[in-house]
């Protein structure tokens, strides 16, 4: 089944403390992205990566880095987590401009706490 | 700049009303827009899409039409159902771009 799965669902942790979260899709799609939703501000990108070793920052990229060694795996990483990072966050995944309508696959979302 | 905007919600309606969920957006040249619905507890999904201007696009009775001359892309279903009960985004993609931006969300409750 094509999907995008990211892990963990559900992370709890305090402030400063190293995490990463996992995303990977099995669709060959050679774009991704990580994006985060609040309320009231919809989704907002962090991060986007075009291609392996390709990566780009969106509209919100301060605090997060990400990395893409292998085409089907892009993990967010949280160096020093705070508590403004409280958010539900969404990788996706398509493949690249040469069909650019190409929709956006979603993976079920990782809803991060930090205290 | 390019961006969507979307009515508030939460829109709670009856099954089997008629639905209208209100998008506009701002975007130089030929954007493509979609919509997609996020059920509870999951990611989103692409409902519809349509790329140029008067595009109809349709999908689970769902509808939306591309005006360029209102910069409208409003949600329309004629009938809806306790399982269309969900979040709905509006989302553009600038021309020649990979980048997808989204509306706020709309929530959408519906009642037996």
């Known amino acids: 089944e094509a999907q995008v799965t990211q892990n963990p669902r559900y992370l709890i942790t305090v402030t400063g403390k190293k995490l990463t979260v996992t995303c990977s899709q099995n669709m060959n799609h050679e774009y991704m992205s990580w994006y985060r939703q609040d309320p009231g501000l919809g989704l907002r990108q962090i991060y986007y990566s075009m291609n392996v070793e390709v990566t780009d920052k969106g509209d919100v990229p301060e605090g997060y880095k990400v990395s893409r060694k292998e085409k089907r795996n892009f993990p967010l990483i949280l160096e020093s987590p705070s508590p403004n990072q409280t958010s539900l966050y969404f990788c996706a995944s398509s493949p690249l401009r040469a069909s650019y309508n190409s929709p956006l696959h979603f993976g079920n979302g990782t809803r991060l706490t930090v205290t | 700049g390019n961006s969507v905007t979307q009515m508030e919600g939460p829109v709670t309606l009856s099954e089997e009303a008629f639905l209208t969920i209100n998008c506009t957006y701002t975007?130089?040249?030929?954007?493509?827009l979609f919509w997609y619905v996020q059920y509870p507890g999951e990611g989103l999904q692409l409902l519809l899409k349509?790329?140029?201007?008067?595009d109809k696009g349709s999908n689970k009775g769902f509808e939306a039409t591309y005006r360029k001359e209102t910069t409208s892309f409003h949600l329309e279903k004629g009938s809806v159902q306790v399982s269309d009960s969900a979040v709905y985004f509006c989302a553009l993609r600038p021309y020649n771009t990979d980048k997808l931006i989204f509306g706020t969300g709309t929530r959408l409750q519906v009642f037996p």
């Open positions: 975007a130089t040249g030929y954007p493509s």
């Open positions: 349509a790329t140029k201007a008067d």
